[in-house]
C-alpha cells in the first residue's frame, strides 16, 4: 500500500456553503473518497448506523452533524452504496454510503427523496467529521 500525503493541520471551521478544502479518504484503507472542492458544506444532522467495516445488523445509532453535499453521484472517486432503506413516515429512500475498497461505513448516505410531482431527486452526504473519515 502506498503512503499518503496528508497534512496534520487541522481542518479550519465549515461554514455552510464552504467546500472541501481537501481530498477525502477512508479512515481505514486510506482510498480517495471525493477530491477537493467537490462537496458543499451543510450542517444538517443524520441518525447513522455505527461504523463497521462489513455489512451488519445495527446495533447502536450516532447522530452526525455536518456533511459534504455532492451534487453528482459520478463526482465520488471511490464510494458504494447499501441497499436502499425507507425513511420513516415518508416515502423517501436512504442509502447509506460506504468505501468501495474495504466496505468501511456508513460514511455518508444518499436521499432519494419523492416529489408532489412524482419526479425523485437525489442528494448525497459524505461525512465531515474526521471520526468517520479522513482528509489528505
Known amino acids: 500500500m502506498s503512503e499518503v500525503s496528508k497534512t496534520d493541520a487541522p481542518m479550519p471551521e465549515r461554514h455552510a456553503g464552504d467546500k472541501n478544502p481537501r481530498a477525502v479518504r477512508c479512515s481505514i484503507?486510506?482510498?480517495?473518497?471525493?477530491?477537493?472542492?467537490?462537496?458543499?458544506?451543510?450542517?444538517?444532522?443524520k441518525d447513522l448506523p455505527?461504523?463497521?467495516?462489513?455489512?451488519?445488523?445495527v446495533s447502536t445509532i450516532e447522530a452526525v452533524t455536518g456533511f459534504w453535499e455532492v451534487s453528482d453521484m459520478f463526482d465520488f472517486e471511490n464510494v458504494g452504496f447499501s441497499h436502499s432503506v425507507k425513511e420513516d413516515n415518508s416515502e423517501d429512500l436512504?442509502?447509506?454510503l460506504t468505501c468501495a475498497d474495504?466496505?468501511?461505513?456508513?460514511?455518508?448516505?444518499?436521499?432519494?427523496?419523492?416529489s408532489q410531482e412524482g419526479a425523485i431527486k437525489k442528494s448525497f452526504y459524505l461525512c465531515a467529521t474526521e471520526k468517520r473519515i479522513k482528509y489528505e
Open 50 to 57: 455505527e461504523t463497521s467495516l462489513k455489512a451488519k445488523e
Open 29 to 45: 484503507c486510506t482510498c480517495k473518497i471525493l477530491n477537493a472542492n467537490l462537496g458543499v458544506y451543510t450542517d444538517i444532522t
Open 94 to 96: 436512504v442509502k447509506y
Open 102 to 114: 474495504c466496505e468501511y461505513g456508513p460514511i455518508g448516505w444518499c436521499l432519494h427523496a419523492h
